[in-house]
């Protein structure tokens, strides 16, 4: 599974990724997360919202949103 976070590097996009990586390390979750910044690259996702979280090339998710929301998404991936 690929994971991305895909934000510009505000406080808001760190804490989805700080938790995002701690969901995916409490569930033994098998991910490559990567935080994307490039502004070209997030664009091409098309999201008005930032951070968005995007799970195998598919947005899962925009804007904040708890651990719980987390989990759900990463677990029920397609």
């Keep these: 599974?690929?994971?991305?976070?895909?934000?510009?590097?505000?406080?808001?996009?760190?804490?989805l990724y700080a938790a995002v990586e701690k969901v995916v390390k409490e569930?033994?979750?098998?991910?490559?997360?990567?935080?994307?910044?490039?502004?070209?690259?997030?664009?091409?996702?098309?999201v008005m919202t930032l951070p968005a979280l995007v799970v195998n090339e598919k947005v899962v998710a925009r804007g904040v949103?708890?651990?719980s929301e987390i989990k759900k998404a990463l677990t029920t991936v397609e």
């Design 1 to 15: 599974m690929v994971i991305k976070i895909l934000g510009t590097g505000c406080s808001k996009c760190k804490a």
């Design 27 to 46: 569930n033994g979750i098998n991910a490559e997360l990567i935080k994307e910044e490039d502004l070209e690259k997030i664009m091409s996702y098309h």
């Design 65 to 67: 949103i708890s651990e």
